[in-house]
């Protein structure tokens, strides 16, 4: 600490200290490494065992309820305007609000124009009060989507300048280029000269002196320039070393194609990296290209170079990568810059997703994962990149049991795939099954204007393959209505004798260029069009008279046009004239219809606004805090709430639930069924023991009891028949009906916590008719969970019924999701059934298991 001081200049300690005194230097320090006093934290950013920079607050003893910390903050000299000062104050303020503090206070001199911006830039809100040449500042520490949006910001940003290196780099090197045509290191030095690199190129051998006409020099350490980006194709036990070597040379970015580098190795090498300040891409992949004129760069092995162009590629895979590069080329599409990420040790998904929304290159980004770091950061990262470019995904990891019917309980309802599909449908991502699909996708959204909706006009030449792309198009969630009359006559007008203008539009097989253009044109023009898809089968007429319909298909027109060419080789391609736009050809219907029901969700997703997180009233965060804290004191393995443990936690969170009472005995059960059921009411006894999941299944619920034998007689049967292990009874009056939902909680070891809702009761595990949501819900994403389950129909007044209370509803869902946010130990949460009728939503059962878990902002800036 005292060398941070001694290092700045008089100005900068001036700043600081409000003076130049070397005491007060002295003083700052012993406080960091002496002071134990309650209420204090100072965060320190470290180098190479040297403090580059301070962040620190101090408040009232926090067992005295202080909610105010007064802050300081310093950086040396050399590390000004490098994000060091905001990246302490987002940790700083971290730490501050889990010890309660609500507000930082902080003095600076009325012209230190720097920190003033420093703390107005975080996001949060600032107010000043000036007095003469001080000022100070007030700092309110709410976590809103300002703050959070101004720490992607600065993420982004970040991100952006670490990667330079890696995709502009200036010059390469090749580490361990082979001196033999089939080494990998000297195919990427191969492609490198043949894609014309912009830059410096060399190699290092330690048993050549050029390869591919590239000057090689023994070792790392004996290069003439540290280079910016090294690629690394040596042994396993080798890479440690060279990249320790690169390291201490100056290089600022790996790109390590080795494979079987062990966990602990990659552990090691990213350490490595870390201690040098370098990026890494890999271990284990095939490599990076930039295809930027000023750039040129293929750093891969691939057999192919990529065609320049608009499309941002990042994958895990190196054999899809591959087949991503080469559909993309054939389709004309090319490649902006496209990563390999292979074991994703350091650069990630998030990063590529950063570098691609400021390159000023990428229109449309392709991602294979099979993996996610932090799915929250990811979410939010990809929400803003998407509303930019469209953003695809080959959904990997699709399995059986992920599609297995799922069992009465939260966690198990929650697949992989569901978990999956819910980060994609909010993150505004568009997924696919294959990469076939994302090719036929990803032509569609490149060459065509988005769709306003569903509506799909088919054309053809030949009415039963209209037939069968009408089909195709409902198969895949798209209308193909009736047209006007009016719309109708004019197409008629427009085509040859014989044709029906119905829809699908039956042109003949005699159907010309023209005649074909003139009907599309009319068709993308009209307001109940959203979208084309015309339909040719070849003919022999064309051979004869030159006029060939798919003449007709190009152009710019203001919605979308898609043609399927039944008996074409390829799948899909573009069909090109000049500088007129691009059509996609299908060489199936089923295809086209699919690619176009993935731009209607697209742009439904864009229509949509980003949505807000709900404000909810009587929410008591701290005392479920202290429930849940008392409980895992008393468990430290976790476990099961007992029934009133969960009653409080719900209270907690204003869950609405029906009355009920707790029994030990059967005289206690007599009492309470009296109680809560009254003259002639009807009651439910439920048996229970911690862990019990499908008590229908098991005999332990006794419904529709009346009078008190028939309570008696109920309690005696459990008791006959599970004995010892039933701990008690939860007795309640028996509920009006109304439709039985599920809504519950599942915190996922990688994607956070997860809502899940849907048909409920005993149903629940033959249906599986649920959806889910990652939590924090927005009001947006809870009207959408609310809709997807195909119950839906049920709450929205079906076949003349009343609807449910939706707001019920919507209260509900958004109350559970506070809950899963505000409790990371909050592993499972089921309520099951919830019934929702008209005059309110009631949950009639609970279960909640808690893990011990240490709570983790997602949100926080991680120097990995």
Request: proline share 6%.
């Amino acid at each position: 600490m005292r060398s941070l001081y001694e290092g700045m200049s008089e100005e900068n300690l001036r700043l600081r200290f409000f003076g130049v005194s070397r005491r007060a230097a002295q003083q700052a320090a012993e406080r960091v490494a002496h002071c134990d006093k309650p209420g204090y934290q100072a965060l320190l950013a470290i180098v190479d065992d040297a403090v580059v920079g301070i962040a620190d607050y101090e408040s009232d003893d926090p067992r005295s309820g202080a909610t105010c910390a007064e802050i300081s903050v310093a950086v040396a000299d050399a590390w000004h305007h490098r994000g060091v000062g905001s990246l302490l104050l987002e940790h700083l303020v971290h730490a501050a609000r889990e010890a309660g503090i609500t507000t930082f206070t902080a003095d600076a001199l009325a012209h230190n124009a720097a920190v003033l911006k420093v703390f107005a830039d975080l996001g949060l809100g600032v107010s000043r009060h000036f007095e003469g040449a001080e000022v100070r500042c007030r700092i309110r520490l709410d976590e809103d989507e300002t703050y959070l949006s101004a720490v992607d910001s600065r993420a982004a940003n970040a991100d952006r300048v670490s990667l330079s290196p890696l995709l502009r780099p200036r010059s390469v090197v090749v580490v361990g280029a082979g001196t033999k045509p089939g080494s990998v290191g000297r195919a990427v030095l191969r492609n490198i000269r043949g894609g014309r690199f912009t830059g410096r190129v060399c190699a290092v051998n330690p048993h050549a002196h050029a390869i591919e006409h590239t000057p090689v020099y023994p070792s790392v350490s004996d290069l003439p320039y540290p280079p910016d980006l090294a690629v690394v194709a040596v042994p396993a036990a080798g890479v440690q070393e060279v990249a320790e070597q690169c390291g201490r040379r100056g290089v600022r970015a790996l790109v390590v194609l080795t494979s079987g580098v062990d966990a602990a190795g990659a552990s090691a090498l990213l350490e490595a990296c870390r201690r040098h300040g370098m990026r890494l891409v890999g271990p284990n992949c095939l490599g990076l290209s930039n295809t930027e004129a000023e750039v040129a760069l293929d750093a891969t092995f691939a057999a192919h170079r990529p065609l320049p162009g608009s499309a941002g590629v990042g994958v895990q895979s190196g054999g899809v990568g591959m087949a991503l590069l080469d559909g993309l080329s054939r389709l004309g599409i090319g490649v902006s810059s496209f990563v390999s990420l292979g074991d994703k040790v350091d650069v990630s998904s998030n990063d590529l997703l950063c570098w691609w929304e400021g390159d000023g290159h990428t229109e449309l980004a392709l991602l294979h994962l099979e993996s996610f770091g932090n799915p929250r950061a990811f979410s939010r990262t990809a929400r803003r990149v998407a509303r930019q470019m469209p953003l695809l995904t080959v959904d990997a990891g699709r399995s059986a049991a992920g599609r297995r019917a799922a069992a009465a309980h939260t966690a198990a309802a929650a697949t992989p795939t569901m978990t999956r599909g819910a980060l994609f449908t909010q993150a505004g991502i568009t997924a696919t099954h294959t990469i076939a699909e994302l090719l036929d996708t990803a032509a569609l959204l490149h060459s065509q204007p988005l769709p306003t909706g569903g509506s799909v006009a088919v054309v053809s030449n030949a009415a039963g393959a209209g037939v069968l792309a009408a089909d195709a198009c409902v198969e895949a969630g798209l209308t193909v209505p009736e047209l006007p009359a009016r719309l109708a006559a004019d197409l008629l007008a427009d085509l040859p004798a014989g044709a029906c203008a119905g829809n699908p539009i039956d042109a003949t097989a005699v159907v010309g260029a023209a005649a074909l253009r003139a009907c599309v044109d009319r068709l993308t023009t009209h307001s109940r069009v959203d979208a084309v898809l015309v339909v040719l089968v070849p003919t022999a007429l064309v051979a004869t008279t030159g006029d060939d319909p798919r003449l007709a298909l190009t152009g710019r027109r203001p919605r979308p046009v898609a043609a399927v060419l039944l008996g074409q080789a390829e799948t899909v391609r573009l069909l090109r004239d000049g500088d007129s736009g691009s059509v996609p050809a299908y060489a199936d219907a089923t295809s086209a219809a699919r690619a176009l029901a993935r731009a209607v969700t697209r742009a439904g997703w864009l229509a949509e606004p980003p949505g807000t997180i709900p404000e909810l009233a009587g929410i008591e965060s701290a005392g479920a805090a202290s429930l849940v804290g008392g409980y895992l004191a008393e468990h430290p393995d976790g476990g099961w709430l007992h029934p009133r443990q969960c009653a409080e936690l719900l209270s907690y969170y204003c869950v609405r639930q029906s009355p009920w009472s707790w029994a030990e005995s059967e005289e206690e059960a007599v009492r309470a069924a009296a109680l809560l059921a009254g003259r002639g009411g009807l009651v439910a006894l439920k048996a229970h023991w911690p862990g019990l999941t499908h008590k229908s299944d098991k005999g332990a619920i006794a419904l529709d009891l009346v009078g008190e034998a028939a309570v008696r007689r109920a309690y005696g049967e459990f008791a006959a028949r599970f004995g010892d292990l039933m701990a008690g009874v939860v007795v309640q009056p028996m509920a009006p009906r109304g439709v039985e939902l599920v809504a519950g909680i599942v915190q996922d070891a990688v994607f956070g916590p997860l809502v899940l809702f849907g048909l409920g009761g005993t149903a629940t595990d033959v249906l599986a008719d649920h959806a889910a949501r990652l939590a924090p819900l927005t009001d947006r994403d809870v009207h959408a969970l609310i809709r997807a389950p195909r119950c839906a129909p049920l709450l929205f007044g079906h076949r003349g019924g009343d609807p449910v209370d939706l707001e019920g509803l919507e209260q509900l869902l958004s109350r559970l999701s506070r809950m899963a946010c505000d409790l990371p130990e909050l592993a499972e949460a089921d309520l099951n059934p919830v019934v929702a009728r008209p005059d309110g939503v009631l949950a009639l059962d609970a279960r909640v298991r808690l893990l011990p878990r240490r709570a983790q902002d997602p949100y926080l800036r991680r120097l990995r």
